[in-house]
């Protein structure tokens, strides 16, 4: 393990952020943290005999260190009960549109108190009754008049959603009426953002006037992985089918934007260290307009370093680079490691890294490009499937089957929805022409997803299983897979140093 130091950190930083999230629910003072870590620096120093213990200790301290001062004892607005202040609030993304209600986050910049404004920097999630119509994008600054505190995410407690939004830094959900709130900056964009929100409106508008529905739905949700455009019916319809990644970002995106550009840059004859330079900038384009969620941001990660490695001339491990980003990523926040998302993406790419090797060695009397897939599916699958169960309580039986049949679109669909919005921007006839085949494509995949969807057993419902049974589940995983590469299963090998590339660009 140590020759891969990354592998270790993770493990027990990890430890750590659980020992401090279900066991070590108490706050310690932090002067006992920096007293404790002094003592253990000190014995890595002087006591060389179990430095490897003492090391696993100090990751597994500073694991809980990171996880307890995430909830911080009192918050801003915890001193003003359920009735706050007048406020002033930048809208930070786009707004969810319901149909009494907009939903949208929003960081608080400041509070008037006796007609005095005390500022503060701190996120919200904004509900906001009333008129839907009401026209907010990211950048304006409004001013709310008789806000209410909903909630507060300030409790070590939190479970599903309410984690969720408190990982993403929001420590409040506050609820008002929307003729209480008057737009003050209307024009001050929060550029970047403002950007992002530009480039979206122009594709969805663009889907909706050259798709027919409901295949615009699932253009955009593939193209942005946001399952929001789609209705609960087509949600369930690709949950039970098992091909929920295709409307949710993954590095399978990441993976296809990769071979596209590098087949295109290639065309125009590109040179090679050229290649990996605009296909890095394009990676973090795309990252940038899908709202970096957890899933790119470590995809884009392990390619970027992939192309360090590269021009620094330096071997690329690509596991040691999983782990690596694993531990940058919690470090920055560690409730992400509670996400869905996060959760899913580390253990499918670990799961391929690892077991791609393996069952790409059993003889298959199947075409070598077919097999490549279903041996991809199938050690993703092995690594996500307690997952699934435990946050969604359904496991897909004929997933398998329907990503063969789907998955080997999905590139030819990107292309064609990508080229048809370059097109448009030149000729809106054109770009529809382009998606005339592009709508085609997506009938077959909506057909392929809703029947197999209504097969009598296409998934499993699952009561909620306990933590313990996942871990069991994840030790005999661990256990079989060093018993297989281990003496005389080393077989493997020589194998995988030369699938080792193609993997990580494919790889989930």
Sequence with gaps: M???????????????????SHILTVDLPIGMFFAIFALLLLALEFLKKGSTLWLAILLMVFGVFIYQIQFPNTTTLSNYGEELPLMEIKILSMPAIRFDRIEVEGEILQLYINHEGVKIKEKTRLILRGDPSLNLEPGDVVRIKNPKLNKEFNDRGLVGYELYLRGKGILYEIGANTQQVEKIHPTTKLMPLGLSFKVKSYVEKFYDSTLQDPQGEIMKSVLFGNQGYLSPEIRSAFSKSGTAHMVAVSGLHIGILVLLLEKVLKILTVGRNKRLIVISGCIFLYGYIVGFPVSIIRAASMYVLYVLAYFLDRRYDSINCLMFIGVV?????????FSVSFQLSFSATLSILTLYPLINKIPMKIPQSLKGLLVVTLAAQLGTTPIIAYHFNEISIISLLVNLLIVPTLGLLLSLGLISIFLGLINQQLGALINYFTNGLLTYIYLIVETSSRFSYSSIQVEKIN???ILIYYIILVMLYYLLTSGKYLWYKESWRKDELSNNLKQY
């Design 329 to 337: 990523t919690l470090m920055f926040n560690p409730l992400s490691l």
């Design 2 to 20: 140590m020759g891969r130091p990354f592998t270790f950190i993770f493990i027990f930083f990890v430890l750590g952020i659980l020992l401090s």
């Design 467 to 469: 933590g313990m049974i």
